[in-house]
């Protein structure tokens, strides 16, 4: 398998293990991957790290290699699988973060936008060079860059195929943060920072964003308002509140 999931103080590390292939995503990969997110999500971890094995990339994208001389419907079919793992990405109850090493291409771009955040080395390359292969992103591109970046920078970044370095990327947000050496380290540092927190009360504030975004402000309002009083009848909560009150840090316990 060329793929590889360590649990490290409650945080899951999932590493794309094939850098012959600068860690392209093989069909076996993407099943790979689909059952490695399904232990992560029965682990107990509270945050997932995605890395690309070796110092050249995070994840090359598809395997160019399988893309040719396939029926129609095996296309369909597996642009939907991979559609379908990266869904399965993107639900995770746990937030994820993507720590993009070097190059992340077509898929492998798409695989960091399935993730809640993303950190850049400063050697991150992030690109869906599709169009130059006469495609489109299958995995997801066309719709979360947009919703990401914006339309204007998304349609330009999807034409021209051209790449965006870690400085860019984190000035028009397609990444959280650029990260120092060691850079596994500073990743870990990053989960810590929401890790020790209640995790319903962080699924509360990802749904409440979520789902806000995909419709109007009025109801993304209403839905604020039925989280966030659902959130107030949590055993967290209410020990959150008692903690501050009582001068003594918070015990959270997921309730
Ligand atoms: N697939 C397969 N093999 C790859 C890939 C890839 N995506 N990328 C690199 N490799 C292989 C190379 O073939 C090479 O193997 P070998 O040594 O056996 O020839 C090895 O990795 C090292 O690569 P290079 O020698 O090319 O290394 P360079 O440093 O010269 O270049 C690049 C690095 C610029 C990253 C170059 O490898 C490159 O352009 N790779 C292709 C990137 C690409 O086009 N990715 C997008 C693919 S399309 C896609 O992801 C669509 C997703 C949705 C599809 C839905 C389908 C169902």
Known sequence: ?????VIENNVAILTIDRPEA????SFALIEDVGRKLAEVAASGARALIIVGAGTKAFCAGADV???IGRTLSEEKCATRRGQNVFAQLDGLLIPSIALVNGYALGGGSELALACTFRLATPSAKFALPEIKLGLIPGYGGTQRLPRLIGEARATEIILSGRTVGAQEA???G???????????????????EFT?????ASQFARQAIRRGLA???????????DL???????GDAQEGLQAFLDKRPPRFLDR
């Open 1 to 5: 398998m060329s793929i590889n999931l």
């Open 22 to 25: 600068l860690n392209a995503l």
């Open 65 to 67: 290699k399988e893309l």
């Open 170 to 172: 984190l000035s028009i």
């Open 174 to 192: 397609l990444v959280n943060r650029i990260v120092e050496s060691p850079y596994m380290m500073s990743a870990l540092s990053f989960a810590a």
């Open 196 to 200: 020790g927190y209640s995790l319903t």
């Open 215 to 225: 419709t109007t402000i009025s109801e993304g309002l209403e839905i604020e308002a």
């Open 228 to 234: 966030s009083t659902l959130a107030y009848r949590t």
